[in-house]
């Protein structure tokens, strides 16, 4: 994980990813898993509880507050792209494991790259992308060919599970 960035209002995400659209790391993930959801209220608690229950099944307990967290911020953003007056386009969760990293990938149908916002020390909005950045190893988004963009964390898994042991045989 990433130390401490200092103040919120100078919060920059440069020191966290390339500040422009990046690709995520490729590697060879073991396993996969991708959920459609609706852009309603309930999609930012449905997302964080399926991927709890992944977790739970891939050995993955010991990240899974972490990357639970890095989950919520991220739905919650793309649910609020989902809102906006271009249509009331589905979000779409992916997780993908390998040995040493969990990749998660958020997917809306607005192409505005994300954006950290200043704000107040007390301000109960504002804060995702800073939350993402310091729970995760790395974060950026990008362009896919067929719309939209997709916003990506990756955190390192550690000690790799048994699950994803046996997904790599």
Request: aromatic fraction near 6%.
């Amino acid at each position: 994980m990433n130390g401490s960035i200092g103040a919120a209002s100078n919060y920059s995400p440069v020191h966290h990813h390339t500040g422009h659209s990046a690709h995520p790391p490729s590697g060879h993930w073991r396993l996969a898993s991708r959920l459609e959801l609706g852009p309603l209220p309930s999609a930012v608690p449905c997302a964080r509880l399926h991927a709890k229950h992944i977790f739970r099944e891939w050995g993955l307990a010991h990240i899974a507050d972490d990357a639970e967290l890095v989950i919520s911020e991220l739905m919650t953003n793309a649910l609020n792209a989902a809102k906006l007056p271009q249509g009331r386009q589905p979000i779409t969760l992916q997780l993908l494991v390998s040995r040493e990293y969990l990749m998660i990938q958020v997917w809306d149908a607005l192409t505005a790259a994300p954006a950290p916002r200043p704000h107040a020390i007390d301000s109960e909005t504002g804060r995702g992308l800073e939350i993402v950045s310091l729970l995760s190893d790395r974060w950026g988004y990008y362009h896919p060919g067929d719309g939209g963009k997709v916003v990506w964390a990756v955190l390192a898994i550690g000690a790799t599970s048994d699950v994803v042991q046996e997904a790599s045989a």
